[in-house]
DNA sequence: GAACCCAGTG
DNA sequence: CACTGGGTTC
């Protein structure tokens, strides 16, 4: 079974694109970040169409997320209220969160805020919402006997090798050490990178900036994961990274990452 | 000769399809309007490779008219001022006068206001326009003994055998008493129509909408025009509109007019 | 319907 | 650099 996730940067400017990928790739279940359109213009019977039931939470212009499976999800919601309640209730304002059941699998599917930069609102605003996963998948552990997959677009590169130059990661997003040991503190609860189970080295990346070239110059980082619990950590036969995508014209920022469950 | 009048709502977008026509037609001059950039950023290499000279006047967005020739323009200036003086000024702020002498010819290149509707105040600012034309047209007349091309997009059908439909025309900008005569006006100078020496019946139109289907229905314009002086007149060997860059992919609304002279 | 600008986000 | 929406023009 393969699970992808992929930040497509509007689902109806990359709808060709996506398309077809998940016909040349035997994609079972999508994961998407930034389909930035309302639930109503969501272009959902394209892929319907490819065989995929089709879940969605977006909202205009910015964020939103969706699901693509080719079985049925069981146990869909959208956003944090529904399971951990009504203090998440402003934090599901932005669309960032859709989950749904497939197999023995309880998929997390997550845009986690970018925050701007270090010294920004917006940092702070990424901190309390990393909280308020935490939260959210421990619920799931609780309540549910499911294996977990959490994966989305992270928008936080845990370790110095998920980025192609480690200089000045102490003060930039996406690497700054409080918003990383956030992350590491979701993770505690029993998660793993599916990514480096397969792969040690640096230079591996899901991420490129369109400016100054980023792509050309392989200036990229790897922000987009798989987080797995342990018995789904263990069947993983596989995690990598579709660098093709990103080489089209008028390509998403980001490449799709894909998980190979056995 | 021929002399190409083309309004290819803004140069940038449209400088593929410019440029293959201009490779694929023996253009001797070509004459546009709304090129919508200001001069610094208008794409003046890509046609000077094709062997033109390029002569540019433009603004932000809006308006902006040019001039490409394969033999150099003479006495160029661009806007009323420099022809009839400062009373002019405020029109030019616009853009949308360019002239330059090719051999004998005092090439004129317009883009005359659209007007809005006839209850606007961008009607009247149409109709000061076109008496600010005909002075500035009268000036060449009394001061240099070239025969002239007047030519662009004039935004006005004089006849209604220049609309694909006649209903309504009274009060449709585009085709109302009062800027049909102002025209009128303009051309007792001695202008004639260059295209109507060779074409008499409807069902040539040079602009189409971009809304409802324009261009496949066929509702069409005849908005832009040559208008000649007698010696040149007798001259013009035939005058055509091509249809063609309008069946294109994002194509620009209106179609090229040539006329060919002797 | 399709250009443009501008502001906001990444 | 590239997305979105909102305003404006034709």
């Known amino acids: 079974m393969k699970i992808a996730t992929w930040n497509v940067n509007s689902i109806r400017t990359r709808q060709d694109i996506v398309a077809n990928w998940l016909q040349q790739n035997n994609i079972d279940v999508l994961c998407l970040q930034e389909t930035k359109v309302i639930d109503k213009d969501f272009p959902r019977t394209r892929f319907e169409e490819l065989g995929y039931h089709v879940y969605i939470s977006g909202q205009k212009a910015y964020n939103g997320v969706a699901i693509f499976s080719l079985t049925p999800l069981t146990e869909v919601s959208a956003g944090f209220t529904p399971i951990i309640g009504d203090h998440a209730e402003d934090f599901d304002l932005q669309k960032r969160v859709i989950t749904g059941v497939v197999g023995d699998i309880r998929l ?9 930069d270090i010294a920004n609102d917006k940092y702070k605003y990424k901190l309390q919402w990393l909280k308020l996963l935490k939260e959210y998948l421990k619920t799931f552990q609780e309540k549910e006997e499911y294996q977990m997959c959490v994966c989305g677009d992270f928008n936080i590169a845990l370790e110095d090798r998920d980025i192609y130059n480690a200089q000045g ?59 797995l619990t342990s018995e789904l950590y263990q069947k993983a036969n596989n995690c990598w990274i579709d660098r093709e995508p990103r080489k089209l014209v008028k390509p998403s920022d980001h490449a799709p990452v894909i998980v190979e469950i056995a």
Do not use: C
Request: no cysteine; glycine share 8%.
């Open 108 to 116: 997390v599917n997550l845009y986690v805020p970018n925050g701007g």
């Open 169 to 227: 990661t102490e003060k930039h997003i996406m690497s700054s050490p409080t918003e990383r040991e956030a992350l590491k503190e979701v993770l505690s609860i029993g998660l793993q990178d599916a990514f480096r189970k397969f792969t040690s080295e640096t230079g591996h990346f899901s991420w490129w900036d369109y400016r100054a070239a980023g792509f050309q110059r392989d200036r990229g980082w790897r922000i987009d994961h798989h987080y």
